[in-house]
């Protein structure tokens, strides 16, 4: 499974590599007012910065969950863990409703394009629920497909799925007894943890792009102090994703690898490209546009469906109030922070 997802994370480089050239040839650009914030020299320091923050931030948010298994309070079997889960959840959710979808609306339905077809009918919201229907049918069926080979025998080259396939309870080097997930549990998991990392993969090199080719000082600033706030706590959403997956230590480390890069690799590509990235460029907004409306599409399911409407209807959540009432604090505490990120980015 994790080398579907290093193919899947490949084809999304490649594509965004083979686009890139297209939407930056456009020479239909839209022209824009001049602004005291433009400044090459000034933007490139900032551009720097917000590569290596973003990268310690991200390493930092989605290797917590994996470094604090040993920490007996933030085992996965403890409320506490819940209770954070919950908070990056709701960081994702508001990601995707108050950060991505808006700016889907705001390119699809910009100035710089035609009126027909792009100001006529609502792409971003049309697109934003192909990918959640989407979204959804590669879960099920992932999930039905790797289902069936647990049954019919172990994966080939997965070897610690037959560990969990043993029921066996093992302890873990503090000495707490942890119970091992049971196969089909286990194998969703996987696809939860697959399909979250994919979609924020996405989303975060188009970001990425957007501010390593973009010279506006007042507006880098900003983003730099956002994008960290969302790495940070979107990786400890994805974390727990991945320790609750039981992955080995070599698939661990390729999922982190691929999330922490992504923002950075996207920040050094608009930097590349930014002698000739018009922003404001149809095609360049067509593009930008339609990836935003399907990220935002994926991350609005994956935050409901798979991370809080799985653990509040469980029946974990469901033999605690109080838990519950915890729980739904912190999802409002996420949601309603990043969501206040998006007065400045």
């Keep these: 499974m994790a080398t579907s997802l290093l193919k899947l994370i490949s084809i999304c480089f490649v594509l965004l590599s083979s686009f890139t050239p297209q939407v930056l040839s456009a020479s239909d650009d839209c022209e824009t007012a001049s602004n005291s914030c433009n400044d090459k020299s000034g933007a490139l320091p900032l551009k720097i910065i917000a590569i290596v923050s973003i990268l310690i931030t991200s390493v930092i948010g989605v290797?917590?969950?994996?470094?604090?298994?040993?920490?007996p309070a933030l085992h996965p079997d403890r409320n506490l863990f819940v209770i954070v889960?919950?908070?990056a959840a709701g960081i994702i959710l508001a990601t995707g409703f108050m950060h991505v979808l808006p700016d889907s609306f705001d390119m699809l339905r910009s100035n710089c394009l035609k009126e027909n077809p792009w100001h006529k009918f609502p792409f971003?919201?049309?697109?934003?629920m192909l990918s959640a229907i989407l979204t959804l049918m590669v879960d099920s069926l992932a999930t039905a497909i790797y289902s069936r080979k647990c049954n019919i025998g172990v994966i080939p080259g997965d070897q610690e799925m037959a560990v969990a396939g043993t029921g066996l309870s093992h302890a873990s080097h503090d000495g707490?007894?942890?119970?091992?997930?049971?196969?089909?549990h286990l194998l969703r998991y996987r696809v939860v943890a697959m399909v979250l990392e994919l979609g924020i993969i996405v989303h975060s090199v188009v970001i990425g792009l957007s501010l390593g080719a973009s010279n506006n000082t007042c507006t880098i600033r900003g983003l730099v102090a956002a994008l960290c706030f969302h790495q940070m706590f979107e990786g400890m959403g994805l974390g727990g994703c991945i320790l609750q997956a039981e992955y080995n230590l070599l698939k661990r480390a390729i999922m982190v690898f691929f999330f922490s890069m992504t923002t950075p690799f996207g920040i050094a590509l608009g930097i590349a490209l930014s002698k000739t990235y018009k922003d404001n460029s149809p095609s360049a907004l067509i593009t930008v546009g339609l990836l935003n409306a399907s990220s935002a599409g994926l991350l609005i399911y994956m935050a409901l469906v798979d991370l809080l409407a799985a653990d509040f209807m469980g029946p974990r959540m469901q033999a605690s109030i109080k838990l519950?009432?915890?729980s739904y604090m912190a999802v409002f505490l996420g949601a309603g922070g990043m969501s206040l990120m998006a007065k400045w980015a």
């Design 63 to 71: 290797c917590l969950p994996l470094v604090t298994r040993s920490v």
């Design 85 to 87: 889960k919950s908070f």
């Design 124 to 128: 971003s919201g049309f697109l934003a």
């Design 176 to 184: 707490v007894k942890e119970r091992s997930t049971s196969p089909q």
């Design 324 to 326: 519950q009432i915890k």
